[in-house]
């Protein structure tokens, strides 16, 4: 988990169902909310041993075992049917076992020699799917797909120490239920506790957002069909252009964010038009700032398209960006809500600043610090998730409160994604014009004042100076600081997150640093 040596396993039942009631009670009084990360799991079984004098062998262990108590609600909740039982090939009997083996896993042929058939059965009975089979990565499919909603699933503790940073990291409401021993064959689990586990039955909707849904939703509304009716009527140059462009490629991060923090605000799985809009809006600013950002810097591709200005010239680029501002301002206008307005112009104010300090720099190119280049994502990155999220609780009309810890978490998040950016730049073959980025104000930073900086300074083709085998130790060291810097933001965006008790927004935000910090 996160150690050597903490593989230890309570050595009897009696045991291991005290220590389970006394990680219950803890962590009820502890009034934490799922999903919690590795480090905050590690972090909570070591205060968990500490405060009660436990073996700290067994923290791995309760680190598990603390992790199926938070979603044991949540679990609940969700209907059988959507629900697998995940069972390890190691708990058939190696010697009287008449079972064989496909490409899914055992097909046990309930020779009633080992604990598999009975536990099959009881899922059986209870509508649960049940596989045998190695490993929690032959089921995320299921929960991707929305097959299942939910894992229970049985291993060794070495094998957990693989599989259950997926089910924490992909925010997966599960049990991972830690067998009473190592070992490849003939192992044993408390056969009690996991038919219990998979029992676990609540009068409550889990209501989980389907990503999935919500995507080929996004996908629709930036058809052109549907932007011919969202967006202003008429077939002029521009129109046509600004239409083409919003509907080109693009992750579409900005528009899922919103909508999908107002269905897990409000539980709403009916997105109204409104919101649709509003969705569409920040899109709409979004794909502007790309048009302007690109003549600004003088990108000739993105998407590994010819840019607008490329393609129809500087002027009419600029007429392009411009009129996406009006749409969507003009769009969030139907919301009815002042404050979506003020957000959006708020974020368009602080991208500019940020962008003005990044034009001002370029024009007298010279030292950089850490700092200075963090403020600049802090105005230019930051704002573009920060209004997506803020304006997805206007639309749900929750309570401000939120607004604080989604700024807290919008920054981090941004600072991580953007730092990320710019390792990227060095991992494709497209050059890296000079501006200020993180990666030279680490080099900054390490020499400064020297002719090698200057020389560097001076590049046109930042990438192609510094791949010279002489100066890639340089940029190796750099690369490495930048990394640790994503590491350290990517922590502190999940840690934001510590006080938000609605569930399905706190697993939506997890999800979503994850997959954008690609964790």
Request: proline share 4%.
């Amino acid at each position: 988990m996160d150690s050597k040596n903490i593989y230890q396993i309570p050595s009897t039942f009696q045991q291991r169902n005290d220590l389970r009631q006394r990680i219950e009670r803890y962590v009820k009084s502890e009034a934490l909310s799922p999903p919690l990360s590795m480090e905050e799991l590690s972090l909570l079984a070591g205060q968990l041993i500490e405060e009660q004098t436990l073996d700290p062998a067994t923290k791995g262990w309760i680190m598990v075992e603390a992790n199926n108590t938070l979603w044991k609600d949540t679990v609940a909740s969700i209907p059988y049917e959507k629900r697998i039982l995940l069972l390890p090939k190691c708990l058939s009997d190696s010697v009287q076992c008449t079972a064989e083996t496909d490409e899914i896993g055992l097909l046990c042929r309930q020779c009633m020699n080992c604990s598999i058939p009975a536990l099959e059965k009881k899922a059986e009975e209870l509508g649960v799917m049940s596989i045998v089979a190695e490993g929690f990565t032959s089921v995320i499919g299921l929960i991707e797909n929305r097959v299942v909603d939910t894992i229970i699933g049985v291993g060794c503790l070495e094998s957990l120490e693989k599989a259950f940073p997926l089910l924490v990291n992909h925010a997966i409401p599960g049990m991972a239920i830690p067998l009473n021993q190592d070992g490849c064959k003939d192992t044993t689990v408390d056969s009690g506790y996991v038919e219990q586990m998979i029992s676990l039955y609540s009068n409550e909707e889990a209501n989980l957002l389907d990503h999935d849904l919500l995507k080929s939703h996004i996908k629709e509304w930036f058809s052109p069909e549907n932007l011919s009716r969202e967006m202003s009527s008429g077939n002029d140059h521009t129109t046509t252009i600004a239409r083409e462009w919003m509907g080109s490629d693009g992750k579409r991060w900005r528009p899922y964010l919103l909508a999908a923090t107002y269905m897990a605000l409000t539980g709403n799985r009916e997105i109204p038009d409104t919101v649709q809009k509003a969705a569409i809006a920040v899109e709409c600013f979004h794909k502007a700032s790309l048009v302007h950002d690109d003549i600004q810097d003088n990108d000739r591709f993105r998407y590994g398209k010819a840019t607008v200005h490329a393609t129809y010239g500087i002027p009419v680029g600029i007429n392009v960006g411009d009129i996406l501002l009006g749409e969507g301002y003009r769009l969030l206008s139907y919301g009815g809500k002042a404050e979506l307005l003020q957000e959006a112009a708020a974020a368009h104010i602080a991208l500019c600043k940020g962008q003005g300090t990044e034009l001002e720099w370029s024009l007298r190119p010279q030292p950089l610090t850490m700092e200075t280049v963090l403020d600049i994502f802090r105005h230019k990155t930051v704002p573009a998730f920060e209004v997506s999220l803020v304006m997805g609780l206007l639309c749900a009309e929750e309570n401000k409160q939120l607004q604080q810890t989604l700024h807290t978490y919008s920054e981090a998040l941004g600072i991580a994604y953007q730092l990320q950016d710019d390792i990227e730049d060095f991992t494709t073959e497209e050059t890296v014009a000079l501006r200020p980025s993180s990666v030279l104000a680490a080099i900054c930073e390490q020499y400064p004042d020297s002719r090698f900086l200057q020389e560097l300074l001076t590049a046109t083709d930042m990438k192609g100076f510094l791949y010279q085998p002489a100066h890639l130790p340089v940029l190796e060291k750099a690369l490495e600081q930048v990394k640790a810097l994503v590491d350290e933001y990517h922590t502190k965006a999940i840690e934001s997150l510590k006080d938000i008790r609605n569930r399905e927004l706190k697993r939506l935000l997890f999800r979503v640093t994850n997959k954008i910090l690609k964790k």
